[in-house]
């Protein structure tokens, strides 16, 4: 997967491309596998960021209807999210 994505990136490299890894539980009992896929995308130079860190470029990237679609809402109350 990272090595799909790292390829895609490299054909457009202008396209903001962030990629999701969703890993939470209340019982981590395999930290090791999250230390190794950490290690994987330091390897690939890929950086590692929230949620909260990127909005902000989100925004700005995203036209207002796939924004509107991102978040689920109507168009119209997606223009009165901040």
Partial sequence: MVASATREDQAEPNLYKPMVAIG?????TEPQTVDAFLALLRDYGIPV????SIYPKLRSVLPQSEYAELCEVEPAAAATLS
Avoid: I, M, R, W
């Avoid at 939470?24 to 981590?28: E, G, R």
């Fill in 49 to 52: 960021a929230t949620f909260e």
């Fill in 24 to 28: 939470h539980t209340k019982d981590l």
